[in-house]
């Protein structure tokens, strides 16, 4: 009898042991699985949310180049006066004493079929939209723009395209390009600091003859003059050109496939050897090759520059 009730006793107590433990095992399984219906729901968000996208990658070797821009990528004044030399153009030139920047990506076999020159002498940022739109249609890897110079260049310096102007376009250009060529990267070349290529050719009796021509009269007008009317005139045009580079800079900075070059250009010291001989003013070969020079650093480097 003993041994029955003690035996009744044992049983109970191991299936009380038993319930206890069912109940401990569905409460664990169900923190850890999410055993709610809210948990199985959050669950099934979180697989079916997708990952973000990750940030596009600079290639640092494109295999297709479209140019865009003025007068310099044209290569205006770099072989004969007064007239375009796209074979001496910084961008994509065939010039082998320039070596171009395509050329430098693509090789000098593969160069003229895969690059496009649709720069036009005389361009100003208001024709930029059209060029990007000529430019999207090749399906370039890479777009070189450089723009500006006849923004401040004008008759006289209050007729320069006032900065909303000039932001407004640039920004049209870039969505112009994004509509047919998303994955299309920019290069961006800064503006140059007209004072410092006044400064560099003021000196050369023929040169300022020249310019009496009409070029670039905003900057160049009366060369010899330094009188505080001159010397203002001068520093209100380099202000401008200063405010278009800081445009470009920041409107390029929006898009996660533009390059600006950090101020390259316009900081380069133009040296009279690197003027064109006609007008000394235009980069002549020797000035396109260090352009070539600069793009290529830029566009080969794995991070923008600071």
């Not at 109970?12 to 709610?36: P, Y």
């Not at 044209?74 to 072989?79: E, W």
């Not at 990007?132 to 006289?156: E, I, K, Q």
């Amino acid at each position: 009898m003993r041994t029955t009730t003690e035996r009744r006793r044992a049983r109970r107590a191991f299936a009380g042991a038993a319930a206890a433990a069912v109940v401990l095992v569905g409460a664990v399984t169900g923190c850890q699985s999410g055993g709610s219906a809210a948990g199985g729901e959050q669950g099934a968000q979180s697989a079916a949310r997708p990952s973000p996208s990750p940030t596009p990658r600079w290639n640092t070797s494109p295999a297709s180049i479209a140019a865009v821009g003025d007068s310099i990528t044209r290569g205006f004044d770099a072989c004969s006066v007064l007239a375009d030399c796209p074979e001496a153009s910084w961008a994509t030139g065939d010039d082998p004493e320039v070596h171009s920047l395509a050329s430098r990506l693509l090789g000098t076999t593969e160069a003229p079929s895969r690059s496009w020159n649709l720069a036009a002498t005389g361009s100003r940022m208001a024709d930029l939209p059209a060029q990007l739109s000529a430019a999207a249609g090749h399906r370039p890897d890479l777009v070189t723009v450089m723009v500006g110079s006849n923004d401040a260049c004008r008759p006289t310096a209050s007729a320069m395209t006032p900065v909303a102007e000039f932001r407004a376009d640039f920004e049209k250009g870039l969505a112009e390009l994004r509509k047919t060529a998303p994955k299309a990267q920019v290069y961006v070349s800064s503006v140059p600091d007209l004072l410092r290529l006044w400064e560099t050719g003021k000196d050369s009796p023929l040169g300022r003859q020249i310019w009496k021509l009409g070029i670039c009269p905003s900057m160049l007008a009366d060369a010899e003059s330094v009188k505080p009317a001159a010397v203002a005139r001068r520093e209100q045009v380099r202000a401008r050109v200063v405010a278009y580079n800081e445009i470009l800079r920041e409107v390029c900075a929006k898009d996660t496939l533009c390059r600006w070059d950090g101020g390259a250009v316009f900081q380069y010291p133009f040296s009279v050897e690197q003027l064109s001989r006609w007008d000394w003013f235009h980069p002549g070969k020797n000035g396109q090759a260090r352009l070539a020079e600069l793009a290529h650093r830029q566009v080969t480097a794995v991070e923008p520059p600071i």
